[in-house]
């Protein structure tokens, strides 16, 4: 009984020598493109630093409440949310009919926050941002002083507990960056950061909605409070904030 053997052809030699080189090349072809990939995603990494900034929640405003949020008031009035620049959002919140509320609709989505009042007082609408990357901040901002000119003092008042005075004419709206452990009325320079909007003698009675802006950075690592600051004591000064969110710094 002969024992089977396995010829091969010069002509099938050569073929199966073309093959395997065009499986190598294949091979090197697609280790070339994960390189390349892994390549570009590496730079593509490095380029931006970090991950995407967290959302803040309802900073828009658009749960339709304060969700996310906290207030602090002296005096009359507070921070509420509104849909209609003709319609106060609580029936008490329509000072007199020489002042009455007309404020710009809410710039972003359906809802935004708006100070209301009948008389005078220190409203105060804040949280807190863990500043986990180099993000930017931004918010928009508006207001309106049907009767009087802005007065910008340098201070909110005097606080003592529950007591608040103000002495003279101050009607100013502010949105600042200040030290979590910071009393939520404080202007001393050593907690207030930054200001980021903030109304000025001088400037028109009313403005916006206005887009601003702070770099975030140099507070990278640490947990910073936003505040936005509304005082009026002799008219309405209605101040309005919406759609304020984090972005990346690039
Ligand atoms: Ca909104």
């Known amino acids: 009984m002969s024992t089977p053997t396995n010829t091969t052809t010069a002509s099938e030699h050569t073929a199966q020598s073309s093959l395997h080189g065009w499986r190598r090349w294949w091979l090197w072809l697609i280790l070339a493109l994960v390189i390349a990939g ?24 658009e749960t339709g409440d304060l969700t996310g949020w906290s207030t602090e008031s002296w005096g009359n009035g507070e921070w509420l949310i509104y849909e209609d620049g003709t319609t106060p959002p ?35 609408l804040y949280r807190d941002i863990e500043v986990t ?6 918010a928009t901002a508006f207001y309106q002083s049907p009767l009087l ?22 009607q100013q709206f502010r949105i600042d960056l200040i030290d979590p452990e910071a009393e939520i009325h404080s202007v001393a320079a050593s907690d207030v950061y930054a200001t980021v909007f903030g109304t000025q003698a001088g400037d028109p009675r009313s403005d916006g909605p206005t887009s601003v802006a702070i770099d975030l950075s140099p507070w990278e690592g640490q947990t910073i409070r936003l505040r936005a600051t509304q005082v009026d004591t002799a008219g309405a000064l209605y101040a309005g904030i919406d759609d304020v969110r984090l972005e990346r710094s690039d």
Do not use: C
């Not at 919140?93 to 710039?107: H, L």
């Not at 802005?150 to 507990?161: A, E, L």
């Open 38 to 61: 892994a390549t570009v995603a590496f730079v593509l990494l490095v380029v931006s630093g970090s991950e995407d900034p967290p959302i803040l929640s309802n900073g828009d405003f």
């Open 90 to 124: 609580e029936p008490w919140a329509s000072d007199m009919s020489s002042s009455e509320f007309n404020v710009p609709d809410p710039p972003q989505g359906q809802y935004a926050a708006v100070t209301v009042h009948t008389y005078k007082g220190a409203r105060f």
């Open 133 to 138: 990357g180099p993000w930017v901040l931004h």
């Open 149 to 170: 000119e802005i007065s910008d003092r340098p201070d909110f008042g005097s606080f003592s507990g529950t007591t608040w005075n103000a002495e003279g004419t101050n």
